[in-house]
């Protein structure tokens, strides 16, 4: 009330309390509890920032446990954010088209959980549109660890851009006879040419029902959650301009950086060190450096054309 104009003295005597306690309180250093909860402000206001302003308090608070170690309540951190104005991008839904064309069998069923990288990759494709026309990219997911294990991008959507996204994958990461790759009835999913790379190399082709997007979730929310943190954030002058974000996107933020909920709160390569003997990265060129051959820059890699 003082702070507003009023007189210190009318304002105690209406609150009942005295001046000199008043008068103590003003004087009174800042409390431990205080100068904590600046500290972990400015520390939140870095990991906001560091996110790319994406994150919200879930995972704020997951990079203060888990990335540096710290002591502090969920409830706190919500309640700095919320105090700062500090928060995360909302989510994005839209509608996708539905595809008449039933062909191969649901094997997944739902069930996204996998206890080891290679057994379940989902794909799908996107759009994105620029001044100069629209941005196509085709990425394979790794359901266990929510590793980008493929991706490719192109200006026009043809089988090619699903296959190079396939063969990117299967080059980097050597499956096992066996595992599924899940998509959707797409037309470039259902086509010879992805088929047949998949069949080649072991994997076994599964497709949710039609017009059913929960039956690829895991790979819907990841296109929802790109679409929020990247590709709606500003608009593309050109082509090469947007495949060089998606590029820094997935390779550098989603896949070092980002933490993600299914994988404890962890980024997908750390999750994935957690399985330093298994036997399921069979690549020579890749066995010791697991990120080698994957950081390709669309400018470079041949998987785009403008």
């Known amino acids: 009330m003082a702070g507003e104009g009023l007189p210190v003295q009318l304002a105690c005597r209406v609150l009942d309390v005295s001046e000199s306690g008043y008068y103590v309180w003003r004087s009174r250093s800042p409390s431990l509890r205080e100068l904590r909860h600046a500290w972990l402000t400015e520390r939140i206001r870095q990991i906001h920032a560091a996110s790319r302003g994406t994150y919200g308090a879930r995972r704020v608070h997951a990079e203060l446990t888990l990335g540096s170690g710290l002591v502090v309540w969920h409830g706190t951190v919500e309640m700095l954010m919320q105090r700062e104005g500090i928060r995360g991008l909302p989510g994005n839904r839209r509608r996708r088209p539905i595809q008449q064309v039933p062909t191969a069998a649901d094997l997944v069923d739902r069930d996204f959980h996998r206890d080891a990288p290679n057994r379940l990759w989902v794909t799908d494709i996107t759009e994105h549109p620029t001044r100069e026309g629209k941005v196509y990219c085709c990425v394979v997911l790794d359901v266990c660890s929510r590793r980008v294990v493929g991706w490719s991008i192109d200006s026009t959507q043809t089988s090619s851009l699903v296959t190079n996204a396939l063969g990117m994958a299967i080059h980097n990461r050597r499956p096992d006879p066996g595992s599924l790759i899940h998509s959707d009835h797409?037309?470039?999913?259902?086509?010879?040419?992805?088929?047949?790379?998949?069949?080649?190399?072991g994997l076994v082709p599964s497709m949710g029902s039609i017009g059913d997007c929960f039956d690829n979730a895991v790979i819907e929310s990841f296109w929802g959650r790109m679409q929020v943190e990247l590709l709606n954030r500003q608009r593309w002058k050109t082509r090469i301009e947007l495949a060089n974000a998606i590029f820094d996107y997935l390779e550098i933020f989603h896949n070092r950086q980002r933490r993600h909920s299914a994988p404890g709160m962890r980024t997908p390569i750390e999750y994935e060190k957690l399985y330093p003997t298994a036997n399921w990265?069979?690549?020579?060129?890749?066995?010791?450096?697991?990120?080698?051959?994957?950081?390709?820059?669309?400018?470079?890699?041949?998987?785009?054309?403008?």
Do not use: V, Y
């Open 281 to 306: 990265h069979k690549s020579p060129a890749t066995r010791l450096h697991p990120t080698r051959g994957t950081s390709r820059s669309p400018r470079n890699s041949g998987r785009f054309t403008a």
């Open 186 to 201: 797409g037309t470039r999913f259902t086509s010879w040419a992805f088929t047949r790379r998949a069949q080649e190399s």
